[in-house]
């Protein structure tokens, strides 16, 4: 009889999927909810000045925002602030020379690379009480002698492009603000995106309780 016939030539394996990034790929580069719709805390900048020996003080101060349980996302209604992080040019490691919080305390500076990215970290804000006050004014300090002296050499995208995230203690909120966009702050108030913020919560609130309320109307008259 014949030979029988060669087995058939199987095609080579797929190859292996691309293992995961080390990193989420866009700031602030780890997994987190980021939307600041219905979050309790937004900031602007308050002052940017020189310093006797010859850096730029940036200040911002916290505001807290109104937030509701029954709100469209309410992950991150009742957030704690741990940490605020700002995403920097590549070259701005190491150009914050130092950070006050609340005028006194104060604390070393943080950084982290992500690729070619660059995150500036101010970490444990809160100190013994944990989280900070709304009210709270932040300062940071940047080396006037280095290569990011100025707000628009630090900022990833510029002093019109400043993205900042907050952080809970557990780090699973990060809502992300543009700083640049609250530069402005009304005398004694909040700035423009947080006035907007407390707009938009506000009619969402009236909205919610609004349908709720016709609802039982309708529930009472089907009855």
């Given at each position: 009889p014949p030979p029988?016939?060669?087995?058939?030539?199987?095609?080579?394996?797929?190859?292996?999927?691309?293992?995961?990034?080390?990193?989420?790929?866009?700031?602030?580069?780890?997994?987190?909810?980021?939307?600041?719709?219905?979050?309790?805390?937004s900031m602007y900048w308050?002052?940017?000045?020189?310093?006797?020996?010859?850096?730029?003080?940036?200040?911002?101060?916290?505001?807290?925002?109104?937030?509701?349980a029954n709100g469209d996302d309410n992950r991150c209604f009742n957030m704690d602030l741990?940490?605020?992080?700002?995403?920097?040019?590549?070259?701005?490691?190491?150009?914050?020379?130092?950070?006050?919080?609340?005028?006194?305390?104060v604390i070393a500076p943080s950084y982290s690379r992500y690729g070619n990215n660059v995150v500036f970290k101010i970490t444990n804000i809160g100190g013994p009480a944990g989280s900070v006050a709304a009210g709270t004014d932040i300062c940071i300090f940047l080396d006037g002698k280095g290569k990011c002296p100025t707000v628009d050499d630090f900022c990833a995208g510029?002093?019109?492009?400043?993205?900042?995230?907050?952080?809970?203690?557990?780090?699973s909120c990060c809502p992300i603000w543009n700083l640049a966009e609250n530069r402005l702050a009304p005398r004694?108030?909040?700035g423009l995106r947080s006035q907007l913020q407390h707009a938009g919560a506000t009619i969402r609130h009236l909205t919610d309780a609004f349908l709720?309320?016709?609802?039982?109307h309708l529930a009472e008259m089907d009855a």
């Amino acid at each position: 009889p014949p030979p029988p016939p060669p087995p058939p030539i199987l095609p080579p394996p797929s190859p292996p999927p691309p293992p995961p990034p080390e990193f989420e790929t866009i700031f602030p580069f780890c997994q987190c909810t980021r939307k600041n719709s219905n979050t309790p805390y937004s900031m602007y900048w308050t002052t940017t000045d020189s310093t006797a020996e010859g850096n730029t003080r940036v200040c911002f101060r916290t505001v807290s925002l109104p937030t509701y349980a029954n709100g469209d996302d309410n992950r991150c209604f009742n957030m704690d602030l741990r940490k605020i992080e700002i995403h920097t040019k590549p070259d701005c490691w190491g150009s914050v020379r130092n950070i006050t919080v609340g005028g006194t305390r104060v604390i070393a500076p943080s950084y982290s690379r992500y690729g070619n990215n660059v995150v500036f970290k101010i970490t444990n804000i809160g100190g013994p009480a944990g989280s900070v006050a709304a009210g709270t004014d932040i300062c940071i300090f940047l080396d006037g002698k280095g290569k990011c002296p100025t707000v628009d050499d630090f900022c990833a995208g510029g002093a019109l492009n400043c993205p900042t995230a907050f952080f809970n203690q557990d780090q699973s909120c990060c809502p992300i603000w543009n700083l640049a966009e609250n530069r402005l702050a009304p005398r004694g108030g909040r700035g423009l995106r947080s006035q907007l913020q407390h707009a938009g919560a506000t009619i969402r609130h009236l909205t919610d309780a609004f349908l709720s309320s016709a609802a039982e109307h309708l529930a009472e008259m089907d009855a």
